[in-house]
Each structure stands twice: as structure tokens, then as C-alpha cells.
């Protein structure tokens, strides 16, 4: 006998889980739910007004991401995290994306990938040069093209081992290539900044090309500290500190 499936509760559709994820996240980096804050599921349902079981979901999700700590005596506490912790975020991506390098090199690369990396260039070169000043079109149409090359990067080294490992450091608060892209936007020397780090990912193309992983490795490990010198200068400046989503939950200790 054959029997019609039943359709999700409402509360259990997965439309839901993904709201609530959104929103809890934006209300920790926004600052509404700060560093030390306990929350649990009645709370947050009563805060949203999203049911409890897509909530339940979002909150293992964002503990997986890393922006809650478990409390043992039930609910979640938000984390806040040191300089130490996130430079060694950076530094795992950093080696990460070096190892992705490294075997793509190693491995080759089609001729297709390799044009579609240039691509990525290509478009960040235009937002660069599209207006005298960086504004919020060329700085979106930079940050997209950024994250393209990134992730092209990733697919080229045919190791889906490793593709995995970089999406979940990636998750990492202040962890992502984009993580502080916003302040180097708005350095006095914000453009040639940028420019620099687009002529490393053409050095990273061209080593990639020749087929020199070692080199390829080193590039995009160098890349990297980009993400660091981001952070203390966000760390220095108060005002700049402002405009990187999440950056009240950074402490000294």
C-alpha cells in the first residue's frame, strides 16, 4: 500500500531553520545578543517570534560556526574571542588555502580554471578603477569578485577533503577572506592596498600555471597576513573597529 508523504510541520520546515540561523547571527554580530550574553531556545523564539525547533537547529549551527559556547547547565552563552584566537583563525586559512594552492599546482589546473581565475582578477581590477574614489558599488563589486577568487581557488585543487576543511575555518568568525576587506576600504591608501593583494592573486595564477606548487603555497600563505595587519589596525581604531560586523565580540585578554 502506498501512502502519501506527510508535509513538514511548519515549525520543522527547513525555510524556518535557515531564518532563524540569519537572524540569531545578525543579532550576535549586530551586537544585539553581546559577548557573555545567555540565551535559550524560549528566549530567542520569544525575541524572533520563530517556533523553538528551528531555533534549537540554529543554535547547534552557530555553536558548530563558533559563535556560542554550550553552557552545562543547558542554553548557550555568547563568545567572545581574543586576538590570539582569531590571528590563529586567520593563520589556518592562510595554511589552508596554501595546501589548496600547493595541489592545484602540483595537480594542474585546466586552462578553463586558470581563465576563470583571471576573470575574478579582471572584474577586481575594474571595481578598483571604476571610480577616483572606492564607494559602496566598486567596494560590493570588490568583495564579490574577492570572494570568487577565493573559492575558484579552492574548486581548482580537486581535493574535496580540503574544500570541506576550508569552508568550515571560513565559518570562523573573522576567519573568511572578507572578514575585514571593510577596513582596508577606508585606509588612506585603501586602493593600492587593494591593488597589492589583486597583484598576489595574479602572481598565485601564474604559479599555477608553471606548475610551482612551493611557490603557489608560499603566495597564498603571504596573502594571508593581509587579514592580520586588517586586524590590528581594526583593533587601534576605534571608529574603524565599528565597521566590522561582530567586532564588539573581540576582547583583550
Known sequence: MITKALSPAPEDNPSQTVRA???LREMILDGELPAGERISEPVVAELTGISRTPIRTALVRLQEEGLLDPIRSGGFRV???SLDEIC???EVRGTLEGLAARLAAERGVTAESIEALRASVRDIDIALEASAELDDEGFTAYVEANARFHKRLEQ???SEVVQRQLERCKALPFA???AFLRVQAVSPDARLTLQIANAQHRAVI???AAREGSRAEALMREHTRIARR???TTLANPQIKALVPGASLIVAR
Open 230 to 232: 586588517n586586524l590590528e
Open 156 to 158: 581548482a585543487c580537486a
Open 176 to 178: 573568511s577572506p572578507n
Open 79 to 81: 563568545k567572545s574571542f
Open 21 to 23: 540561523l540569519l537572524r
Open 206 to 208: 601564474e604559479a599555477l
Open 88 to 90: 590563529d583563525a586567520i
